[in-house]
């Protein structure tokens, strides 16, 4: 189970409130993929 280093946040946290705890939790494998999925129509990208 993935979980933020900085906040502590979990994957599945995240899912559930639909927000991350802070800008690391973006470095999260699972949350990246998550995160790529949302934005896909967009074209956005996270550098
Ligand atoms: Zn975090």
Do not use: Q, W
């Not at 993935?2 to 559930?16: A, Q, R, V, W």
Request: charged residues 35%.
């Amino acid at each position: 189970m993935d979980k933020c280093p900085k906040c502590g946040t979990t994957f599945e946290e995240i899912l559930e409130n639909g927000f991350v705890g802070c800008e690391k939790c973006y470095e999260m494998p699972s949350v990246k993929k998550a995160v790529d999925k949302m934005f896909n129509n967009k074209k956005h990208k996270i550098n």
